[in-house]
């Protein structure tokens, strides 16, 4: 082959380079142009989860939101099921943070990061290992999971809440005004942690000794704006869920909203409503006195749970609700160094500490799924 001239050698190198530099181009576009950061994080057993971060991009709202996917032992459910994806993108096009995650076992959410920890009943007494069916390697599958197993999932909620803590410290999100908007058997699993979180209070002396006792500030689901659930399910995963104790404490003690959003037609899931909002809202007094506590539905025909999400008029009718209580809610962000504090469970009578929760120095802390669940 005969040897090329110093010109045409230029002349090649120029046009590569300009090739190069349009794709680079190229890719920067298609990388600014996508809409949600993928983000990891860990729970207190070890298990790694895959989520979706909208980041707040325009400042308009205060807020951030925490989407939970439907789930089903046989079909499975994921962040990118149908309807989780259009209502996020939505809210983050208003203004809100938005992040979606898979749980456990679905969609992304597979990876065991910590064998050792999460294998061993000794190390980790409270993740439920008893009820799944394969109980080894570094995969976690819900195909292996027993019904009984499903409520620990809550753990993954806060997991979320304590990477979103992570965040609010960095200053991209306000953990302070948090909203969860569940579908099916993700909104009976987002009640649960309200409970959970109407028992979780802070001790306010930051790295204390083993032996202080505890100064305890308000519980945490005083950062919680409201719950929205879409089409809540009366079961998680096959069990039984125990909806109104739990929604009471969130919903009545502590008066957080909660808002029920279902299709017309569904009949069965409106009487399923009705029973919940009659147990939290008794007589007059707590219907005057909750009055963001309610029932909303939309012309979805036979579409329930997450796909709701995807219609203009649950869109419009979530927006309109969250701007309606966000507006003179007045709280700004501070920083929350969560893993500085230990974290009590409170007797639900007496406010007392009852049980250590979360100590000093750990990011994540475990649900005492058996305290909330059976009599």
Not at 172 to 185: F, T
Request: overall charge positive.
């Amino acid at each position: 082959m005969p040897s090329l001239t110093r010109t045409r050698l230029l002349l090649l190198a120029a046009f590569f380079s300009a090739l190069m530099q349009g794709g680079t181009a190229r890719s920067q576009g298609k990388q600014k142009n996508k809409i949600g950061q993928d983000v990891t994080f860990t729970t207190y057993d070890g298990v790694k989860l895959t989520g979706t971060l909208y980041g707040n991009s325009s400042g308009k709202r205060d807020a951030v939101v925490m989407i939970l996917h439907g789930i089903d032992a046989k079909k499975g459910g994921s962040r990118s099921q149908e309807g989780i994806g259009e209502l996020a993108k939505f809210l983050h096009a208003d203004g809100y943070s938005v992040l979606t995650f898979d749980f456990r076992g679905f969609g992304d959410s597979k990876k065991i990061s910590n064998e050792q920890l999460f294998w061993n009943t000794r190390k980790n007494p409270h993740n439920g290992i008893q009820y799944l069916k394969k109980r080894k390697g570094e995969v976690i599958d819900q195909k292996d999971f027993k019904d009984a197993y499903y409520p620990y999932l809550v753990n993954d909620i806060a997991a979320a809440r304590a990477y979103l803590d992570q965040r609010n410290d960095a200053g991209e999100v306000n953990v302070s005004n948090l909203i969860v908007i569940g579908a099916g058997d993700g909104a009976s699993l987002g009640a649960l942690w309200m409970a959970h979180e109407s028992r979780r209070c802070r001790d306010k002396t930051p790295m204390p000794r083993a032996f202080d006792p505890p100064m305890l500030g308000e519980p945490e689901v005083k950062d919680v704006v409201c719950g929205v659930w879409v089409s809540i399910s009366s079961t998680i995963g096959g069990r039984g869920a125990y909806l109104s104790r739990w929604l009471i404490e969130a919903g009545r003690t502590h008066k957080v909203p909660q808002a029920f959003l279902l299709s017309k037609t569904d009949s069965k899931n409106e009487n399923l409503v009705n029973g919940i909002l009659k147990n939290i809202k008794p007589n007059k007094k707590w219907k005057d006195a909750l009055k963001s506590t309610g029932m909303e539905t939309v012309a979805g025909g036979k579409l329930n749970g997450a796909a709701l999400l995807k219609l203009t008029d649950s869109q419009a009718k979530i927006k309109k609700y969250l701007d309606g209580l966000l507006e003179g809610r007045g709280r700004k962000r501070t920083d929350r160094k969560s893993d500085t504090f230990r974290y009590y469970y409170t007797h639900p009578t007496n406010g007392r500490a009852a049980k250590l929760q979360k100590p000093a120095g750990e990011e994540v802390g475990w649900v005492d799924v058996p305290l909330f669940m059976g009599k």
